[in-house]
C-alpha cells in the first residue's frame, strides 16, 4: 500500500470525502522528510475549493526533491520548529525560522525546501487552498 493510499483511506475513516495523493520526495542526499495529513475540509463559502494542511517534518539535513504543487493552490507555510530553507520560483533562497513563514502562489514551483540546519530537526506546516478535484497536492519536477 503507498503512502497517498494510506492518507486517503485515513481521511475517509475521519469522514473527508476528498481523495488526496502527498508525494514523499527523497532527498538528494537519502535522507527524506516526513508528510503527515493536519486538517482537510471543503471551504463552505468558496464551492469547489477545500483547505488542506499537512505536517512535514525534517530530520536534519534532510531535503525534498525540487518539486510543484497542484496548479490551483495556493500555499501558506509557517515554520513551527527549526529552519527551513526554501526557494519559490526563481526567487532568492531564504532560510525561515520557527515563527516565521512564507506563500507560494498558484502555479508556483519550489526548487528547494529542506531543513536549514545538519544537526537539528525541523518541523513545517503547509496549508493549501486549492481546488477540492485536485487529486495530487505535490509532483516532483523532472
Do not use: W
Not at 507555510?77 to 519559490?88: D, N
Not at 531564504?94 to 502555479?107: I, K, T, W
Amino acid at each position: 500500500m503507498t503512502l497517498s493510499m494510506t492518507v486517503s483511506n485515513a481521511l475517509r475513516a475521519l469522514g473527508f470525502s476528498l481523495a488526496i495523493a502527498i508525494t514523499l520526495p527523497v532527498a538528494a542526499h537519502g535522507t527524506e522528510e516526513t508528510v503527515k495529513p493536519n486538517f482537510q475540509r471543503p471551504i463552505s463559502n468558496l464551492p469547489g475549493k477545500s483547505l488542506i494542511a499537512v505536517e512535514v517534518e525534517y530530520p536534519p539535513g534532510a531535503a525534498s526533491q525540487p518539486h510543484a504543487h497542484a496548479k490551483s493552490a495556493f500555499i501558506y507555510a509557517y515554520v513551527v520548529s527549526g529552519a527551513i530553507e526554501s526557494q519559490v520560483n526563481d526567487g532568492a533562497k531564504r532560510v525561515y525560522r520557527a515563527g516565521e513563514s512564507f506563500c507560494e502562489e498558484p502555479g508556483s514551483t519550489h526548487p528547494v525546501s529542506r531543513n536549514a540546519s545538519k544537526t537539528e530537526p525541523a518541523k513545517l506546516l503547509a496549508v493549501f487552498v486549492v481546488d477540492s478535484d485536485d487529486a495530487k497536492l505535490t509532483t516532483p519536477l523532472k
